[in-house]
T-cell receptor
């Protein structure tokens, strides 16, 4: 498969623990954010999104927090499972998909 | 699976050559976007097509061009290949391209330029 995670920051988490992945975004005008998961050999997969008028959004086992003051986004994964092992990217949008900027990514390794 | 397919999966070219990469979107998805993902980095937006017209472009030179066809297939063409063009090329489709639509990514084509 693809070595998407080569040279990326790595977060190692024990199975069952919670994971927190952080992202600093660059554009204070960005109004929409998405977290993507990318497994080896696959394209990015949508996990959860949040608009700039919110500071928290919850999904199934995942929570995204947005702090516009410091331009910081985080993804929390509860009860991390081996299937969560992947590279995670945040993406910021400042005018639809034509104005998207992806972060550099974090590789999550789940230790069984 | 996302219902978005790309071909070929891997491709090796030499500098100066031209390449065509193909994408088949989900039926009914009028928007396709193309991204370049260098090893160890996030995807970079190349351009987007909506109903066969280009409607947005990232910071890529004109030698990167595209086509979208009525049957929900599309192409990315790169002329005069350079070593730095080596990357994973992703296409993603969505119904109308608005920021509220979920984009579905294909698995990508790995291009190596020697």
């Amino acid at each position: 498969g693809e070595s998407v995670g080569l040279h990326l920051p790595t977060l190692s988490v024990q199975e069952g623990d919670n994971s927190i992945i952080n992202c600093a975004y660059s554009n204070s005008a960005s109004d929409y954010f998405i977290w993507y998961k990318q497994e080896s050999g696959k394209g990015p997969q949508f996990i959860i999104d949040i608009r700039s008028n919110m500071d928290k959004r919850q999904g199934q086992r995942v929570t995204v927090l947005l702090n516009k003051t410091v331009k910081h986004l985080s993804l929390q994964i509860a009860a991390t499972q081996p299937g969560d092992s992947a590279v995670y990217f945040c993406a910021e949008f400042s005018g639809g998909y034509q104005k998207v900027t992806f972060g550099t990514g974090t590789k999550l390794q789940v230790i069984p | 699976e996302t219902g978005v397919t790309q071909s070929p999966t891997h491709l090796i070219k030499t500098r100066g050559q031209q390449v065509t990469l193909r994408c088949s979107s989900q039926s009914g998805h009028n928007t396709v976007s193309w991204y370049q993902q260098a090893l160890g980095q996030g995807p970079q937006f190349i351009f987007q097509y909506y109903r066969e017209e280009e409607n947005g472009r990232g910071n890529f030179p004109p030698r990167f061009s595209g086509l979208q066809f009525p049957n929900y297939s599309s192409e990315l063409n790169v002329n005069a290949l350079e070593l730095d063009d080596s990357a994973l090329y992703l296409c993603a489709s969505s119904p109308d391209g608005s920021s509220t639509d979920t984009q579905y990514f294909g698995p990508g084509t790995r291009l190596t330029v020697l």
